[in-house]
């Protein structure tokens, strides 16, 4: 008599469903992830999985599970744990109507490695081989992306898939970002005698008018204006102004004749304003990039879209993320989460969980399809 099959060990949704709760709830903006990072330790451990610590400065860590031989790893599931600061400090947390979950982080990205982890957590328990498949679960990503520096340094692997919101389409190509610094001078005077001055936010506003014309000109690029700051405070005419800038660029841009396109307006401003002296300077910089959909990592994971009913339609990932630090590292990144992009850093953010089961689904049957790789 031959012995009965046990059941292969699929995704909870309850207990996902606590999970992320649990996540949302913890506050963790981008340098606070202490708290976070130590909860998301102790429930992969809870679920037997072996983690290691890698830190990134102080009491911030990433939170790493790595198949036992290293060197046969094939992808690395990569989320990141921090979320921009509260809108509200008193109502950021988790509630939900329905099938809809929300609070701060709940789609970028807390959806996404809720997902992760509860896939990783099916694969523990199952007493399968285990697949060439890591887990990085990292801090830092909405300001300095830290936490994937610090991942790529120690650790090398050939694909990743990012967890970002992606409304489940896999993003196959990246957009390319570049962050500017502006800066306008003038003169300081009393500020009811303005016309003996020279105003440096008047300055910065006709500045911006040029890159914003500029930027409209082109179907792919798209600039947002993200801060403007006049020195001194005061009541004065401002002597100095700060602008910074977030461009965003389709990822066959060509993101070097950006920045000599950005330096001859400003140059060709300084010409023709008299008095402007504009300065513009270039901090994080990342061309986009697109991944061969003819990989044998791409083709896996399109198989397992056809498998699960769910349309095949790649996209390119608009914002900027660490797919793009990965990409500079020689990763080839897939950016493939839960949520809505356009839900992300609102005081609405919510995200569907029925989504979230799904996405739980299809990481674990990815991770799944790489044992059929393994000789």
Same mark, same amino acid.
């Given at each position: 008599?031959?012995?009965?099959?046990?059941?292969?060990?699929?995704?909870?949704?309850?207990?996902?469903?606590?999970?992320?709760?649990?996540?949302?709830?913890?506050?963790?903006?981008?340098?606070?992830?202490?708290?976070?990072?130590?909860?998301?330790?102790?429930?992969?451990?809870?679920?037997?999985?072996?983690?290691?610590?890698?830190?990134?400065?102080?009491?911030?860590?990433?939170?790493?599970?790595?198949?036992?031989?290293?060197?046969?790893?094939?992808?690395?599931?990569?989320?990141?744990?921090?979320?921009?600061?509260?809108?509200?400090?008193?109502?950021?947390?988790?509630?939900?109507?329905?099938?809809?979950?929300?609070?701060?982080?709940?789609?970028?990205?807390?959806?996404?490695?809720?997902?992760?982890?509860?896939?990783?957590?099916?694969?523990?328990?199952?007493?399968?081989?285990?697949?060439?498949?890591?887990?990085?679960?990292?801090?830092?990503?909405?300001?300095?992306?830290?936490?994937?520096?610090?991942?790529?340094?120690?650790?090398?692997?050939?694909?990743?898939?990012?967890?970002?919101?992606?409304?489940?389409?896999?993003?196959?190509?990246?957009?390319?970002?570049?962050?500017?610094?502006?800066?306008?001078?003038?003169?300081?005077?009393?500020?009811?005698?303005? #016309?003996?001055? &020279?105003?440096?936010? %008047? /300055?910065?506003?006709?500045?911006?008018?040029?890159?914003?014309?500029?930027?409209? $000109?082109?179907?792919?690029?798209?600039?947002?204006?993200?801060?403007?700051?006049?020195?001194?405070?005061g009541f004065v005419v401002p002597d100095a102004c700060e602008s910074w800038l977030d461009l965003h660029l389709h990822p066959e841009s060509r993101i070097d004749v950006l920045r000599v396109d950005l330096e001859r307006l400003v140059d060709s401003a300084n010409r023709s304003t008299p008095g402007l002296d504009a300065q513009i300077r270039f901090e994080d910089t990342y061309s986009g990039?697109?991944?061969?959909?003819?990989?044998?990592?791409?083709?896996?994971?399109?198989?397992?879209?056809?498998?699960?009913?769910?349309?095949?339609?790649?996209?390119?990932?608009?914002?900027?993320?660490?797919?793009?630090?990965?990409?500079?590292?020689?990763?080839?990144?897939?950016?493939?989460?839960?949520?809505?992009? #356009?839900?992300? &850093?609102?005081?609405? %953010? /919510?995200?569907?969980?029925?989504?979230?089961?799904?996405?739980?689904?299809?990481? $674990?049957?990815?991770?799944r399809s790489l044992l059929a790789t393994v000789p």
């Open positions: 008599m031959s012995k009965a099959k046990h059941p292969t060990p699929d995704i909870q949704p309850t207990r996902l469903r606590k999970l992320l709760g649990d996540l949302i709830d913890i506050y963790s903006p981008s340098g606070k992830e202490e708290q976070i990072v130590r909860f998301t330790e102790r429930y992969l451990k809870h679920h037997g999985l072996e983690v290691t610590r890698q830190e990134v400065d102080g009491n911030r860590f990433n939170v790493i599970v790595w198949p036992e031989n290293e060197h046969d790893i094939e992808v690395c599931l990569v989320g990141h744990l921090d979320t921009i600061a509260a809108y509200d400090l008193e109502d950021y947390g988790f509630h939900e109507e329905d099938d809809t979950l929300y609070g701060l982080g709940s789609t970028d990205m807390k959806a996404g490695c809720a997902a992760m982890m509860e896939a990783f957590a099916v694969l523990a328990e199952g007493g399968e081989p285990f697949p060439p498949i890591g887990l990085a679960l990292v801090v830092g990503e909405e300001e300095e992306s830290d936490g994937a520096k610090a991942l790529v340094r120690e650790y090398s692997f050939p694909w990743a898939i990012i967890g970002e919101p992606t409304n489940l389409k896999p993003c196959l190509g990246h957009y390319g970002y570049m962050e500017v610094q502006l800066r306008t001078k003038g003169k300081r005077v009393h500020s009811s005698i303005p #016309e003996l001055g &020279h105003n440096a936010i %008047e /300055s910065m506003l006709r500045l911006l008018l040029l890159v914003i014309e500029y930027a409209g $000109l082109s179907p792919k690029l798209f600039c947002n204006v993200r801060q403007l700051t006049s020195y001194p405070a990039y697109r991944v061969s959909k003819r990989s044998p990592q791409v083709k896996a994971l399109r198989e397992i879209y056809e498998a699960m009913g769910m349309t095949w339609e790649p996209q390119d990932f608009r914002s900027h993320s660490d797919g793009s630090v990965l990409w500079t590292a020689g990763v080839n990144p897939v950016i493939l989460g839960p949520g809505h992009l #356009e839900e992300a &850093h609102t005081p609405e %953010e /919510s995200v569907s969980f029925d989504q979230v089961v799904e996405a739980a689904r299809l990481y $674990l049957a990815f991770a």
